[in-house]
């Protein structure tokens, strides 16, 4: 028998602070070394970021997607993992 899974085990901290929209992968990477009792050290961070400068995001250009380019309905999939989004909070834009 499956045993239940422990939404604390499951959803990070970082997890919980990562959105779509305007968050910094450093601080997520800070926020699970810090729930994993670690620092971030200096030199670490430094070449993180030494690697996002010289990869930004869209460097190549930009890729969109659509749910109905993979025949997906939105409204299916937002009742689909409902009780998923709840327990992590996560809301939608319009």
């Given amino acids: ?3 239940p899974l422990d939404a604390e085990l ?4 970082a997890q919980r602070r ?3 929209d305007n968050f910094d992968p450093i601080e997520v990477v800070r926020s699970l070394y810090s729930w994993l009792g670690r620092d971030l050290l200096g030199d670490v961070e430094l070449r993180m970021r030494t690697f996002l ?6 460097k ?10 993979f025949g997906l309905d939105s409204a299916k999939l937002r009742e689909r993992f409902s009780s998923y989004r ?9």
């Fill in 53 to 58: 400068s010289a990869h930004p995001n869209g």
């Fill in 86 to 94: 709840t327990c992590i909070n996560l809301t939608f834009k319009s």
């Fill in 60 to 69: 190549h250009g930009n890729h969109s997607y659509t749910l109905a380019a």
């Fill in 18 to 20: 990562a959105r779509l």
């Fill in 1 to 3: 028998m499956k045993q």
């Fill in 10 to 13: 499951l959803i990070t901290a």
